[in-house]
């Protein structure tokens, strides 16, 4: 079943794993992008996260330790975008660009003493039978919790955002800051809320 000597199961399997930090980095910027707030830095938070993921599973030896230290990584990267753009109103694209290339700087100088080490595993989740069969089974059947977290996150991301009153309040700050300000919601504040979620 190999084409040219790949094995198209293995390599959507494996495509699937590799989109899960690309997926969670777009369902952050999504939440950002409906709040109004242009975050050209996604990319340097997103990799000041990995790198503090990294460290935090290596010294601790616990890959959900190392999830939540990344998440704090970034989160703390994301509030300094939010304070310079919402507080001191500096220019989202300047700001944006400048946390990337810091953050790729950070992460570079952070990681310099954890070169050729391997972080600890997350177990797969049992599925038993299903991960068996023949083609489907490898593809959707055999991978760790994070990739079923992260396809979970994007519904219920999905679902806030369209049918609960918060997407709503997030939609209307986005579309027109004035009108949901004039309703008396507090604009900076959903929008800094939205920033450190992405």
Same mark, same amino acid.
């Given at each position: 079943?190999?084409?040219?000597?790949?094995?198209?199961?293995?390599?959507?399997?494996? #495509?699937?794993?590799? !989109?899960?930090?690309?997926? #969670? !980095? =777009?369902? @952050?910027?999504?939440?950002? %992008?409906?709040?109004?707030?242009?975050?050209?830095?996604? %990319?340097?938070?997103?990799?000041?996260? !990995?790198?503090?993921?990294?460290? &935090? !599973?290596? @010294?601790?030896?616990?890959?959900?330790?190392?999830?939540?230290?990344? =998440?704090?990584?970034?989160? =703390?990267?994301?509030?300094?975008?939010?304070?310079?753009?919402?507080?001191?109103?500096?220019?989202?694209?300047?700001?944006? #660009?400048?946390?990337?290339?810091?953050?790729?700087?950070? *992460? *570079?100088?952070?990681?310099?003493?954890?070169?050729?080490?391997?972080?600890?595993?997350?177990?797969?989740?049992?599925?038993?039978?299903? *991960?068996?069969?023949?083609?489907? @089974?490898?593809?959707?059947?055999?991978?760790?919790?994070?990739?079923?977290?992260?396809?979970?996150?994007?519904?219920?991301?999905?679902?806030?955002?369209? *049918?609960?009153?918060?997407?709503? +309040?997030?939609?209307?700050?986005? %579309?027109?800051?004035? &009108?949901?300000? &004039?309703?008396?919601?507090?604009?900076?504040? +959903?929008?800094? =809320?939205?920033?450190?979620?992405?």
């Amino acid at each position: 079943m190999d084409i040219g000597g790949i094995n198209p199961v293995i390599l959507v399997a494996s #495509l699937m794993v590799a !989109a899960v930090p690309i997926m #969670l !980095a =777009a369902l @952050g910027e999504l939440v950002v %992008e409906k709040s109004g707030v242009l975050n050209l830095g996604v %990319e340097g938070m997103m990799i000041v996260g !990995a790198i503090c993921g990294f460290m &935090a !599973a290596v @010294g601790t030896g616990s890959p959900v330790l190392g999830f939540l230290a990344g =998440a704090v990584g970034g989160a =703390a990267l994301s509030l300094i975008f939010a304070f310079l753009t919402q507080v001191v109103l500096a220019n989202q694209v300047a700001t944006g #660009l400048a946390l990337t290339m810091f953050g790729l700087g950070l *992460s *570079s100088l952070m990681g310099q003493g954890y070169n050729g080490i391997k972080p600890p595993l997350t177990g797969k989740v049992p599925f038993g039978p299903l *991960s068996d069969i023949p083609v489907v @089974g490898p593809i959707l059947f055999n991978h760790d919790w994070m990739v079923y977290a992260s396809i979970a996150l994007v519904a219920a991301v999905w679902w806030v955002l369209r *049918s609960t009153r918060l997407g709503l +309040i997030v939609r209307a700050v986005g %579309e027109s800051h004035d &009108a949901a300000h &004039a309703l008396g919601y507090k604009v900076n504040r +959903i929008r800094l =809320a939205c920033i450190a979620f992405g």
